[in-house]
């Protein structure tokens, strides 16, 4: 009984390494972008946690406050869209980010959050 070779070819290996460069790549590139949009949402939820701010511009300020020690950028208090329901603030923002990937290849990520339902 003649039994055949089996496992991975030269090719099949470097075709394997290549999708993991590509997905280590991706991730390498994408996983700052929703670092700081998480420590963007979680200052939101924290200011809301806190009612501690009675209007909007104390809302910002806290966020500004919030926002220089977590180095975010993406969010600027100018960028919140806080409204008042009953005696709490919701407080909500939306953004882009575009994160380039090759020459002239970008991966374009939607981020949104909001502290309704809390």
Known sequence: MKSTQSGVSLMGLMLGLFILVLL????MKIIPSYLEFAT???AIEGIARERQATT???????FEA???IDDIRAV????????????EFIIAFSYRKEVPVFSNVALCIDYAASTKGQ
């Open 66 to 68: 919030r926002a220089t």
């Open 76 to 87: 600027s208090p100018k960028d919140l869209e806080i409204t008042k329901e009953g005696s």
């Open 56 to 62: 909007p511009t104390e809302v910002r300020n806290a």
């Open 40 to 42: 963007a949402k979680n």
């Open 24 to 27: 280590a790549l991706f991730a």
